[in-house]
Structures are given as structure tokens and as C-alpha cells.
């Protein structure tokens, strides 16, 4: 079977307030043994709008109801909450702040179960995914997800 790639370049550019320009570094990531990987999903947000934009135990059309990597990016301000165990007692949330071209990149199983504060619990997955438009303005957010 044929896989896929996805590569990711981010070059860091600091001058100090002196003026001084630091050497540049270069961070790449590469995600070989894609199997499948979801089409594009893009939302336009409104000021302080808020939306499910990832959730297969409600939508019955998600395309993937299981993914190993996410990511998105925004050309605004955007709060990206990730959901593990909807309902649960253990249920945990993460949110992430996105901002304008700064891409955000996580793995499904960046959630812990179970954890009782600090850092802990098992390792699981994000099953649903909530967006907000974080203040006063109009945003866009686009994200696909890929599975190994």
C-alpha cells in the first residue's frame, strides 16, 4: 500500500532589541506511513463565535472517526479545545491558544486519563474538538488530520 508525507519547516528569526540579528534555527518535522489522510477543513469564525468542528460520535459523516496527527493554523486568534473522555468522570479538556501563522501540530493521544492534577494518567486519545474565535474579530481556521 502506498503511503504518504507531511513535512514541516519552521525557521525562527530573533534580532535583539540591540539590533542584533541571532543565527537562524531550523526545526523540521516529517510524518512518513501516512495511510489516509482527512480533506481540508476550513471555518470562517465571527467575533467570539464558538463551534464543534470534530466530533464522529455525533456527526455520522467524519470522515475519520480515529487519527494519529492534526494540524491547523489561523490567520487570527483562535482558542482550540480538545475533548478526551466526553462525559466521563475522567473527562479532560486542553486548549490550545492558535494565532495568526503560527501552525499548531498534536498528536490524537495527547491527552492523559485518569490524571489527578500535574502531569500523569495514561496516555489517550482526543475524541471531540471545540473552536472559538478568542476576542473581537473575525477568523478563519483551517486544520486536516492524518492517520499512520
Not at 494519529?68 to 486568534?77: F, Q, R
Request: hydrophobic letters at 40%; a negative charge; aromatic letters at 6%.
Amino acid at each position: 500500500m502506498a503511503t504518504g508525507t507531511i513535512r514541516i519547516t519552521t525557521t525562527i528569526e530573533i534580532t535583539t532589541p540591540l539590533g542584533i540579528h541571532l543565527e537562524p534555527i531550523t526545526v523540521r518535522k516529517t510524518v512518513t506511513g501516512i495511510t489516509a489522510i482527512d480533506p481540508l477543513r476550513s471555518f470562517a469564525f465571527t467575533a467570539a463565535q464558538s463551534r464543534t468542528i470534530y466530533d464522529p460520535t455525533v456527526e455520522a459523516t467524519e470522515n475519520m472517526t480515529t487519527w494519529d496527527g492534526l494540524i491547523a493554523w489561523t490567520n487570527g486568534t483562535i482558542d482550540f479545545e480538545c475533548t478526551a473522555n466526553e462525559g466521563d468522570a475522567n473527562e479532560r479538556l486542553c486548549v490550545h491558544r492558535l494565532v495568526a501563522e503560527l501552525p499548531l501540530m498534536i498528536g490524537a493521544d495527547d491527552s492523559f486519563y485518569g490524571a489527578t492534577g500535574g502531569l500523569g494518567g495514561t496516555a489517550d486519545v482526543t475524541d471531540k474538538i471545540r473552536a472559538a474565535e478568542a476576542g473581537s474579530s473575525t477568523a478563519d481556521l483551517h486544520f486536516t488530520m492524518w492517520k499512520v
